[in-house]
T-cell receptor, first 112, second 112 residues
Framework: DAGVIQSPRHEVTEMGQEVTLRCKPISGHNSLFWYRQTMMRGLELLIYFNNNVPIDDSGMPEDRFSAKMPNASFSTLKIQPSEPRDSAVYFC??????????FGPGTRLTVL | AQSVTQLDSHVSVSEGTPVLLRCNYSSSYSPSLFWYVQHPNKGLQLLLKYTSAATLVKGINGFEAEFKKSETSFHLTKPSAHMSDAAEYFCVVSLGNEKLTFGTGTRLTIIP
């Protein structure tokens, strides 16, 4: 099993640009989670999906952030426009039922 | 509401000596508790989890944790530290295995 796959692993962009982060969950998992990790705020849940449907997006910081899950094997987190304070490591995690969450390697985003 | 408090932001131990990473939780109901480890520039890996079965939980790499309801604690221990244990450790609480709430992390340093 390849585990949770995230791309890109590193992204450097300029303020105002659109950023798209991608996640492929573990095959057969029906829940997907997006987290953000910063020094100031630690690990925060942004949004999660069950069976491709967004269940709780209360952690999404503002309207500049959006997430989609068009099918069971793919999800995106988009930031438009990006700002320097969005710089962080973004993790995707997936799970089957109520089992353990398995995390991807993360995408390190730097917004200049 | 649920929360976790990791009592030490940084712990240093000598190689071959015991490790103790402390965690206290707060939860209205019977929680699920986890310890995750994050090595530098890596994703999060599950060490162990407690889900109301045995109070002493054994995990990977020789780590174990004991759930003590009377003390609302879930401390992580290992009898003998190895250099490869140097990492950031997160105590995590969840109700019904839905949203995970992360502690602020404990950075473990191993002294040769």
């Amino acid at each position: 099993d390849a585990g949770v796959i995230q791309s890109p692993r590193h992204e450097v962009t300029e303020m105002g640009q659109e950023v798209t982060l991608r996640c492929k969950p573990i095959s057969g998992h029906n829940s997907l989670f997006w987290y953000r990790q910063t020094m100031m705020r630690g690990l925060e849940l942004l949004i999660y999906f069950n069976n491709n449907v967004p269940i709780d997006d209360s952690g999404m910081p503002e309207d500049r952030f959006s997430a989609k899950m068009p099918n069971a094997s793919f999800s995106t987190l988009k930031i438009q426009p990006s700002e320097p304070r969005d710089s962080a490591v973004y993790f995707c995690a997936s799970r089957s039922g109520t089992d353990t969450q398995y995390f991807g390697p993360g995408t390190r985003l730097t917004v200049l | 509401a649920q929360s976790v408090t990791q009592l030490d932001s940084h712990v240093s131990v000598s190689e071959g000596t015991p490790v103790l990473l402390r965690c206290n939780y707060s939860s209205s109901y019977s929680p699920s508790l986890f310890w995750y480890v994050q090595h530098p520039n890596k994703g999060l890996q599950l060490l162990l989890k407690y889900t109301s079965a045995a109070t002493l939980v054994k995990g990977i790499n020789g780590f174990e944790a004991e759930f003590k309801k009377s003390e609302t604690s879930f401390h992580l221990t290992k009898p003998s530290a190895h250099m490869s244990d140097a990492a950031e450790y997160f105590c995590v609480v969840s109700l019904g295995n839905e949203k995970l709430t992360f502690g602020t992390g404990t950075r473990l340093t191993i002294i040769p």
